[in-house]
């Protein structure tokens, strides 16, 4: 797919007032009435595959959402694996994915065995129209969790992206629970990106954006960035491609 150079120009300038949620500090709180919707404990129980992945140890501790896609397979943000710092990756000891995460308890947890990122992802570039589209990354955990015990929440790269989505995760604000947008809206599409309407703060990176199918809900984009700007577009989300998620 080509894009001619003006299309390109607009699509920059919109991106420029794009902030990564990993750099949103001091942020202006959202209204209650723009803020998503505290789930309730029971609310949960369906939702058990999105969890919280911390990030241990010095310079490179922090939060982010992902979700159990299969057994030993979480989906989450590229950015999120990165020293605060250092800006280097950290290593795949150091990242716990807890599954079903709930005021202190979770459903199941594991350390993860390997970080794969999106190919296209260089974290050194700081914020461009590619580095937004390729804000991916795949932890494979040491050991799988059994889908009796948590089922994943598979991606489906065909779903469609029009109606109301919905965005489930944790925010650093409300670490200790789920939080969830009902009526996300897509008002702009960019390859590999869609831009929309419901806003996020620090500590969503790489939740998911669900569309429920005829098969259930399904993962068909990742938060990656929030806007705190003039706009409508509050929220930025990496859609990944089939080559990205096919197993190595």
């Known amino acids: 797919m080509s894009l001619d150079p003006g ?121 461009n129209f590619q580095s937004l589209a390729s804000d991916l990354a795949v932890l494979r955990l040491a050991e799988p969790i059994p889908p009796e015990q948590v089922a994943p929440l598979p991606a489906d790269l065909a779903a469609p992206d029009r109606g109301a989505l919905s965005l489930i995760g944790y925010r650093r604000d409300r670490a200790n629970a789920l939080s969830r947008h009902n009526d996300c809206r897509v008002l702009n599409r960019w390859p590999g990106i869609l831009g929309l309407d419901c806003e996020v703060v620090f500590g969503t990176s790489g939740a998911p954006i669900l569309a429920e199918t005829q098969r259930g809900w399904r993962v068909i984009a990742v938060v990656s960035a929030g806007s705190t700007g003039p706009g409508r577009i509050r929220t930025v989300a990496a859609r990944p491609d089939a080559a990205f998620l096919a197993p190595e």
Not at 13 to 29: D, H, K, N, S, T
Request: net charge positive.
């Open 7 to 127: 299309h390109i120009k607009r699509m920059k300038r919109a991106i420029r007032r794009l902030v990564l949620l990993a750099a949103l500090l001091g942020a202006e709180p959202l209204p209650a009435e723009q803020a998503p919707v505290r789930l309730s404990d029971a609310e949960h129980v369906p939702w058990r595959a999105i969890g919280r992945i911390n990030v241990i140890g010095f310079d490179t501790g922090g939060m982010c959402t992902g979700t159990l896609i299969a057994p030993d397979l979480v989906l989450t943000a590229a950015h999120c694996l990165f020293a605060l710092k250092a800006h280097r990756l950290v290593e795949p000891g150091q990242v716990h994915f807890l599954a079903g995460w709930l005021k202190g308890e979770y459903t199941a947890h594991r350390t993860v065995s390997e970080i794969r990122l999106h190919p296209e992802f260089d974290q050194k570039k700081g914020i």
